[in-house]
């Protein structure tokens, strides 16, 4: 199909007379350019020739040289005439070579070991045409005929000389680049550091610090635990030890940190090399996205601290992204409770699949203003349009439907904090039971694609008003399906690290505070999750139910709440107990020890993606789910908490809900 540039979004079109003024007037911004870039322009030109007048030299005293080897250095009176007539003939030819094969394309600061097959392909092609012609040549030009011995000495010479000059401009200015970056530390010293992981990923990364003196980095030496490499040099820097000496090296080399370097580490592995530095002691730091920047998209100024996402434990999701993007490709999508910590990282991740609109519904008004500013200032492409609503307003929420039309929902807005809904039950369930079945419904009979609840691993055997109102949410969306065309599902996971209100950002201020850090119960364990691999669930659980599904990520073993609280101390550069301490609480109203992701009875089965489940659930008829519906509301609007509680523990009969 042609490419139609009238259709490019208003973000790439390029205005090429937005600095002309009336009458096709030039700008004085433009005028001022102009000399600058026609300066530009000369050096460029004059550069280049310098780079082939050099080049020329180098073919010429190598021809020259190559005679002379080939004599013992005493070129006979007779051989001095062949050696001038042959002497331009073959630099011509080579000069020709190095063009053909794209030599002159290439950066010489950025010259290396990949561009060498360029010069072995010009050496080959020259050699070629030499013994060719020396072939073809009549006797009568005798004196034309190249000597083999001297084109092949003449060959390594000059394809050498000429690849050499490059390496010796790309050490030169990769000297100068340090110093001039170094002198803009002002002289502080510089950290010494050791990177772990001397694979091709860390060499990678020691050139790149070796080549920014900014970053105010001493590279004392490699830690690998590969026996091959004990005691190798890489890129001149010596591979010291393995991973289990870290701290006699350490306190050996006065190491100010240790840089992990890994291209794909386990978060096993970034939690055993953390625990090690830990004994040193020693700040322990990370160079993410690796990967990348084997593939030159990113550079080691992202070097940054572990966190503690990096020591969960477990790999993080990975989607099927042509499976996601047919699901989301060109449909309008709604996200309720876009300001929320899913909500916002589901809109921004969708960006990424190509929707023809996304509608982000918030209740307060700061949220949504910060969410639809930045996914314009990312560029967005599709139509974003920011709506000032609550869930609960079914007139409201009816409206936007009716004049948006969205493809599919995801339905993201709820109240979470199990403590806080354990003192407000009735409130829990209008916004957690009630506005999702009413915007369940809404969405079935407006021919909504898709609507995918965000519910909870609180959900399964309930112990809180939040987990039950949560599991009830479930049974009013899948007593829905069937009903309409709609596909209803639901996606359980655990814990989010980061999100509003949940225990890493609380411990993370206490620590700031000085502590102590507050821990309910010391065995207490939870599964936890990225807000990135939630929002990424939720999208794969869109694209892969068919209708009535409750989808379960793989979330690896669960950690305990304790052993979190020390990594974040430790990470943060303390002891715990010697510099922050840790006391215990008790636990809260509504919390378990641990928590489930599926009842007993339930049956997980395989689905296309290895860490998504799906819950094959006995369903409650639909009948008693509209009526348990109706009881709550009453209960909700005109009753009390214990008429919600009591009703709650009647709909589920496997929570364990405090009736008082």
């Not at 519904?361 to 990312?378: K, M, Q, S, T």
């Not at 403590?419 to 419904?441: I, Q, Y």
């Not at 596909?487 to 980061?498: P, Q, S, T």
Request: a neutral charge; glycine letters at 8%; proline letters at 4%.
């Amino acid at each position: 199909m042609p490419h139609d540039d009238t259709k490019a979004p208003p973000a790439l079109m390029i205005n090429e007379d937005a600095e002309a003024g009336p009458a096709g007037e030039e700008s004085s911004a433009t005028l001022f350019r102009r000399p600058v870039l026609a300066r530009r322009a000369a050096v460029t030109f004059l550069y280049r020739q310098l780079q082939f007048l050099l080049d020329l030299a180098v073919l010429a005293v190598a021809f020259s040289l190559a005679y002379r080897l080939r004599f013992d250095f005493n070129i006979p009176e007779v051989a001095r005439e062949p050696l001038r007539l042959q002497l331009p003939f073959v630099v011509l030819i080579q000069f020709g070579a190095l063009a053909a094969v794209g030599v002159y394309r290439f950066i010489w600061r950025y010259i290396g070991f990949s561009e060498m097959k360029a010069f072995l392909a010009a050496a080959a092609v020259s050699a070629f045409v030499q013994i060719l012609l020396r072939m073809a040549l009549p006797g009568s030009l005798a004196e034309w005929r190249v000597p083999r011995s001297v084109t092949v000495i003449d060959t390594v010479l000059a394809f050498g000389g000429v690849f050499a000059l490059r390496v010796a401009r790309r050490g030169f200015y990769e000297r100068f680049e340090r110093q001039f970056r170094s002198s803009i530390t002002g002289g502080r010293e510089r950290k010494r550091v050791l990177l772990v992981g001397a694979g091709r990923a860390g060499v990678v990364a020691a050139r790149e610090i070796l080549g920014r003196g900014e970053l105010g980095l001493d590279i004392r030496g490699f830690v690998d635990d590969d026996p091959e490499k004990e005691r190798r040099v890489i890129q001149g820097i010596r591979i010291l030890g393995t991973s289990a000496e870290l701290p006699e090296l350490v306190r050996r080399y006065r190491i100010d940190q240790v840089i992990l370097t890994f291209a794909r580490a386990s978060r096993e592995e970034i939690r055993r090399i953390a625990l090690i530095c830990e004994q040193a002691p020693v700040k322990v730091r990370i160079i993410p996205g690796l990967g990348e920047l084997l593939e030159g998209k990113v550079t080691v100024s992202r070097i940054r601290d572990v966190e503690i996402e990096d020591l969960l434990g477990r790999d993080p999701v990975r989607l099927e992204e042509q499976q996601v993007r047919d699901f989301l490709a060109g449909k309008s999508v709604m996200v309720t409770g876009a300001g929320g910590s899913i909500g916002s990282e589901l809109a921004r991740q969708i960006l990424r699949f190509g929707p023809a609109e996304i509608l982000l519904v918030e209740r307060f008004e700061g949220a949504l203003f910060e969410i639809d500013r930045e996914l314009r200032a990312a560029g967005a492409l599709c139509r974003v349009v920011p709506l000032l609503a609550d869930v609960s307003d079914e007139g409201r929420m009816r409206e936007i439907l009716g004049l948006c039309r969205a493809d599919v929902i995801l339905h993201a807005a709820a109240h979470k904090h199990v403590p806080m809904m354990e003192s407000n039950p009735r409130e829990a369930v209008k916004n957690n039971v009630l506005a999702t079945a009413r915007l369940g419904r809404l969405a079935g009979e407006l021919g909504v694609g898709a609507f995918v609840l965000i519910s909870s691993d609180k959900a399964v055997r309930p112990a809180s008003v939040m987990g039950a109102t949560k599991r009830m949410a479930e049974l009013a969306v899948q007593s829905l399906v069937g009903r309409y065309s709609t596909r209803y599902l639901a996606v359980r996971f655990g814990n989010v690290i980061g999100s509003a209100g949940s225990v890493v950002p609380i411990f993370q201020r206490q620590i700031a505070l000085g502590g102590p850090v507050t821990v309910t119960d010391r065995e207490m364990v939870r599964y936890f999750m990225t807000i990135p691999e939630a929002a990424q669930l939720v999208l794969q659980a869109g694209a892969l139910g068919e209708g009535g599904e409750i989808f379960v990520l793989d979330m690896g073993a669960p950690i305990r709440i304790l052993d979190l609280a020390k990594d974040l101390i430790t990470l943060s550069g303390l002891r715990p107990w010697d510099d922050i301490d840790i006391v215990f609480t008790g636990r809260r109203p509504g919390e378990k020890i641990a928590e489930e992701l599926q009842l007993g009875s339930e049956c997980l089965e395989n689905t296309r993606h290895p860490k998504i489940f799906v819950g094959r659930i006995d369903r409650i008829p639909a009948a008693d789910v509209e009526e348990g519906l109706v009881a709550l509301s009453r209960a909700a609007h005109a009753g009390s908490d214990s008429d919600v509680r009591r009703i709650l523990g009647e709909l589920i009969p496997e929570a364990t809900l405090e009736t008082g």
